[in-house]
């Protein structure tokens, strides 16, 4: 796993004190934890535990009952529209799915978020979206149409189209749902290399073993039961160490 940039004097994203609900039923409670700049952090756990809610708090789609998500110091969800709409700007993120738009080509849904939020000219676009889309490997691909290429391919596209105006900060909800072992591999590998060559900070959810031990600086892992945080830390020295039974099952899986 490739080493993390050194941790600046503020985190770049800070959960405090979130509470995630449907209106009586509580999700999760009392979440709290700091992002480093450059990090890859996990948000991990079993099936039904909040995970993607977790994530859709943290991109702006869903509004906490309680507590904020700071970004750079600056709340999210007690900030003016307009200026949580400049935040949301600031990151990118890759569904499950890869969300592209099937009669659309690469480069096209790539441009998507340039047509929208930039003044780029068509050239400009056609010479950024080229780039993106070989940062993930797909150089020679702009063509194509999503039912053309393969569920990995797709993922990269997904996420050339994430980092289309430049993230600090890029979410991704199961990244290798769907995707076998080596196409899995070969996605965290291009995060890992995305983290060293461009600095970008990740935020993952993922209940992969592979990827978590892969390419995870830190994870917070979620308790349905409990309904909060119950570890926080390095996966691995949570899987040899943690004094929670569920966190070291959870990452003791199919071990023999």
Not at 171 to 187: N, T, V, Y
Not at 230 to 244: I, T
């Amino acid at each position: 796993m490739a080493t993390a940039p050194a941790a600046s004097p503020s985190p770049q994203i800070a959960v405090r004190d979130l509470t995630m609900a449907y209106g009586s039923f509580v999700v999760q409670r009392n979440l709290a934890f700091d992002i480093r700049h450059g990090e890859i952090f996990v948000i991990m756990g079993d099936s039904g535990c909040g995970k993607s809610t977790l994530l859709r708090h943290m991109i702006g789609l869903q509004s906490p009952a309680e507590g904020d998500v700071l970004f750079s110091g600056q709340s999210l969800w007690h900030a003016e529209p307009d200026e949580r709409e400049a935040m949301m700007r600031r990151f990118g993120v890759l569904y499950q799915s890869g969300a592209l738009w099937s009669s659309l080509t690469l480069a096209e849904n790539v441009s998507l978020p340039m047509q929208q939020f930039t003044d780029l000219s068509p050239a400009e676009m056609r010479d950024l979206v080229s780039l993106k889309l070989a940062l993930v490997g797909l150089a020679g691909f702009e063509e194509f149409y999503p039912s053309e290429i393969s569920g990995g391919m797709r993922k990269r596209a997904g996420l050339a189209r994430a980092m289309a105006l430049d993230p600090e900060v890029l979410f991704f909800d199961e990244p290798s749902a769907g995707l076998d072992p080596l196409s899995s591999r070969r996605l965290d590998d291009l995060i890992l290399e995305l983290r060293q060559s461009l600095g970008t900070t990740f935020v993952v959810v993922t209940h992969e073993l592979a990827s978590i031990f892969t390419i995870g600086d830190r994870a917070v892992f979620l308790d349905a039961e409990a309904r909060t945080q119950v570890a926080l830390g390095d996966p691995k020295a949570l899987r040899d160490s943690s004094d929670n039974p569920k966190v070291r099952a959870f990452l003791q899986r199919g071990k023999a």
